[in-house]
Nanobody
Framework: QVQLVESGGGTVQAGGSLRLSCAAS????????VGWFRQAPGKEREFVAA????????YYTDSKKERFTISRDNAKNTVYLQMNTLKPEDTAVYYC????????????????WGQGTQVTVSS
């Protein structure tokens, strides 16, 4: 089993930045691909970014790649999501998720989930 805990959320003004962290415990985290997802009220869960087990490959939706950066430090069992130039439409609960094998944008294939961290961007 893997336990994931997100942190770093909060309230920020439009144009600001936040760095989310996803800390893992349990089985070997360095073997797992990790994705970040978000869900706004009344909307479906949305893929944000993903990273391979060794950090050598990343994937973003086109609308995120210029503002968001995913990275990982396997020595610290942590994955990060740096978010810059935040917009009010980025307001959501952000979740990290992990899975064995490669990363995908489909949230249904991820095995392990954190509890989420709230990000609120005010205009």
């Amino acid at each position: 089993q893997v336990q994931l805990v997100e942190s770093g959320g909060g309230t920020v003004q439009a144009g600001g930045s936040l760095r989310l962290s996803c800390a893992a415990s349990g089985r070997t985290f360095s073997n797992l691909a990790v994705g970040w997802f978000r869900q706004a009220p009344g909307k479906e869960r949305e893929f944000v970014a993903a990273i391979s087990w060794n950090g050598g490959s990343t994937y973003y939706t086109d609308s995120k790649k210029e503002r968001f950066t995913i990275s990982r430090d396997n020595a610290k069992n942590t994955v990060y999501l740096q978010m810059n130039t935040l917009k009010p439409e980025d307001t959501a609960v952000y979740y990290c998720a992990a899975r064995r094998g490669g990363y995908y944008s489909d949230y249904s294939v991820y095995e392990y989930w954190g509890q989420g961290t709230q990000v609120t961007v005010s205009s």
